[in-house]
């Protein structure tokens, strides 16, 4: 049971007339805590604690210096813990958290009301711009809406023939073609929304093509409305913090740019 929740359900339980013992052998935690939950409304709400010295002392130039390479991104504190591992560091990763929240502002997440499709009908397919200009990098990424399992590729470009030679590798992974396909306003992709009435969307003809091909019907998410592909949305970030971050940083502290090449070897172990 959650903080929040287990709070909630002590103070409940009180109004209804149960005593500390009788709500603790409910809940399953001691009077003491009970005793503490139903003394102070704030109990429940999280609070860091204070940073501690020993273990991580060791490390704080080292984490400050990561921190600096990637920002403005945020490095996420488990690649931060895998790499002070292979330094030596034998702590918890709950020291290493209350030190990062200390260091940084947590960010409020918005609501987010969960949208569930079935197995086999539907993929979420977005670009992640990596680097823009001559030496462009992005990456394909599609994720399957029941199983969130996903597929990605770095590519030079966006372009038509680049994009369906993706689909094709992500359908030949995922063993299969989902009944639908949903995007945002790509625009090799779609040319013009409603163009024939409202959800009735003037798709690229060579997309279109290829979409009956294949057997796929594809859709579009509303304008502004990122939550609607959430699911993508989702695992870009992932791929950002845990995939790229840590790889780019590494790789700008030697001097070095990250190309298809370097990232394909690696880009597997992400999507086992």
């Given at each position: 049971?959650?903080?929040?929740?287990?709070?909630?359900?002590?103070?409940?339980?009180?109004?209804?007339?149960?005593?500390?013992?009788?709500i603790?052998?409910?809940?399953?935690?001691s009077?003491n805590?009970?005793?503490?939950?139903?003394?102070?409304?704030?109990?429940?709400?999280y609070?860091?604690?204070?940073?501690?010295?020993?273990k991580?002392?060791a490390?704080?130039?080292y984490?400050?210096?990561?921190?600096?390479?990637?920002?403005?991104?945020?490095?996420a504190?488990?690649?931060?813990?895998?790499?002070?591992?292979?330094r030596?560091?034998?702590?918890?990763?709950?020291?290493?958290?209350?030190?990062l929240?200390?260091?940084?502002?947590?960010?409020?997440?918005?609501?987010v009301?969960?949208?569930?499709?079935?197995?086999?009908?539907?993929?979420?397919?977005?670009?992640?711009?990596i680097?823009?200009?001559a030496?462009?990098l992005?990456?394909?990424?599609?994720?399957?809406g029941?199983?969130?399992?996903?597929y990605?590729?770095f590519?030079?470009?966006?372009?038509?023939?680049?994009?369906l030679?993706?689909?094709?590798?992500a359908?030949?992974?995922?063993?299969?073609?989902?009944?639908?396909?949903?995007?945002?306003?790509m625009?090799?992709?779609?040319?013009?929304?409603?163009?024939?009435?409202?959800?009735?969307?003037?798709?690229?003809?060579?997309?279109l093509?290829?979409?009956?091909?294949?057997?796929?019907?594809?859709?579009?998410?509303?304008?502004?409305?990122?939550?609607?592909?959430?699911?993508?949305?989702?695992?870009?970030?992932?791929?950002?913090?845990n995939?790229?971050?840590?790889?780019?940083?590494?790789?700008?502290?030697?001097?070095?740019?990250?190309?298809?090449?370097?990232?394909?070897?690696?880009?597997?172990a992400?999507?086992?």
């Open positions: 049971m959650l903080v929040g929740e287990m709070a909630l359900e002590i103070r409940l339980l009180a109004k209804r007339g149960k005593g500390l013992r009788a603790a052998r409910e809940i399953g935690v009077r805590t009970v005793r503490r939950y139903l003394r102070d409304d704030d109990a429940d709400r609070r860091p604690r204070p940073r501690r010295s020993g991580l002392a490390f704080d130039d984490i400050a210096k990561r921190l600096a390479e990637a920002a403005p991104d945020r490095l504190g488990t690649v931060l813990l895998r790499e002070l591992r292979e030596g560091y034998t702590g918890g990763y709950t020291i290493l958290k209350d030190h929240m200390l260091r940084r502002p947590l960010a409020v997440a918005a609501p009301v969960r949208f569930e499709t079935a197995p086999g009908e539907q993929m979420q397919v977005d670009w992640a711009v680097r823009r200009g030496d462009r992005s990456v394909f990424v599609a994720t399957l029941w199983s969130r399992a996903a990605i590729e590519v030079g470009d966006e372009r038509l023939e680049t994009l030679s993706c689909h094709e590798h359908f030949l992974t995922f063993g299969g073609v989902p009944r639908e396909v949903l995007y945002d306003n625009r090799t992709v779609v040319q013009e929304r409603d163009r024939y009435g409202h959800g009735q969307h003037r798709f690229q003809a060579g997309f093509d290829f979409a009956r091909h294949c057997g796929f019907r594809p859709r579009l998410c509303r304008p502004y409305r990122a939550q609607s592909k959430g699911k993508v949305e989702r695992f870009i970030r992932y791929m950002r913090g995939f790229w971050l840590p790889l780019a940083s590494r790789m700008a502290a030697e001097g070095l740019v990250v190309d298809t090449a370097a990232a394909e070897p690696r880009r597997r992400l999507v086992a």
